[in-house]
C-alpha cells in the first residue's frame, strides 16, 4: 500500500485550548498536527482523546516584531500508528491571550515506528517560505510543509508537485498557517514552503 492522505481538521481560538476532531480515524495510521500562536511568550503542547503519544519536531523558529501581537511561534508535532476511532486532537497554550491556530490531518500507511526520516526548518522575511533542503534515505515518503506568519490576509499556494491542505483562517483574517505534503516513491532531495503571496515574516 502507498501513504495517502486521508483527511484533516483545522481551526483557531481565542480560548486556551483549540479543539481539532477528525472523524473515524482508521488504527495504525498516522497524524500530523501544525500549531502556531502570535506570541513568543506562549508555548503550545497537543494531546488527544484517544491517548496516543504526540512527539514534537524542531519547532519553527519564532518571528520577531515590533509589537507583541506581530510575533509568531509554530510547532509539528506526529502520532505514529494511532488508535481507532473519531478524536479529537486538542492544542493548548500555555496562557490565555494570542490567536492559536491550529490543523491536524491524518494520513494511512506511514511507518508506524521510527517514521521520522529528516527534517529541516528555516525563518525569513520573503514572499517564498523554505524549509531547507533534506535528502531522504526511504524510497517511499510523506513530505510535510508548514508555514505561519504573524500577519493578516495573507494567501498561500503549494510547492511544484506538492498539494495545498490548509489555508487557516479563511476569512478577513485569512492566511496565517498553511500546510502541504507530497508523496514521493523515490530517494532525493527535497524542500517544502507553501508558498506566501507578498512579503512577511515567516517561519
Not at 523558529?61 to 473519531?86: D, F
Not at 521520522?116 to 531522504?136: E, M, R
Not at 510535510?144 to 483574517?173: E, H, I, K, M
Request: proline content about 2%; hydrophobic content about 35%; charged content about 15%.
Amino acid at each position: 500500500m502507498a501513504i495517502a492522505f486521508v483527511q484533516k481538521a483545522q481551526g483557531e481560538s481565542l480560548d486556551t485550548t483549540l479543539n481539532l476532531t477528525i472523524t473515524g480515524v482508521a488504527a495504525g495510521n498516522f497524524i500530523a498536527v501544525t500549531g502556531s500562536i502570535n506570541s513568543t511568550t506562549r508555548t503550545l503542547s497537543v494531546a488527544d482523546d484517544r491517548g496516543n503519544t504526540y512527539t514534537a519536531t524542531a519547532a519553527s523558529p519564532q518571528r520577531s516584531g515590533t509589537a507583541e501581537s506581530e510575533n509568531g511561534k509554530g510547532y509539528i508535532w506526529y502520532a505514529l500508528n494511532v488508535a481507532a476511532g473519531t478524536t479529537i486532537v486538542t492544542i493548548t497554550k500555555s496562557s490565555a491571550g494570542a490567536t492559536l491556530e491550529g490543523a491536524a490531518h491524518e494520513y494511512s500507511d506511514v511507518a508506524t515506528t521510527a517514521a521520522l526520516d529528516v527534517q529541516a526548518g528555516l525563518g525569513g522575511d520573503t514572499g517564498q517560505p523554505d524549509s531547507g533542503n533534506v535528502t531522504t534515505t526511504v524510497a517511499d515518503e510523506l513530505l510535510f510543509g508548514f508555514t505561519f506568519t504573524p500577519a493578516n490576509g495573507r494567501t498561500y499556494s503549494a510547492d511544484t508537485s506538492y498539494t495545498l491542505r490548509v489555508q487557516q483562517p479563511t476569512g478577513a483574517n485569512l492566511g496565517k498557517h498553511g500546510t502541504e505534503d507530497q508523496i514521493v516513491t523515490v530517494t532525493g532531495t527535497y524542500s517544502a514552503g507553501p508558498n506566501l503571496n507578498t512579503t512577511t515574516n515567516w517561519g
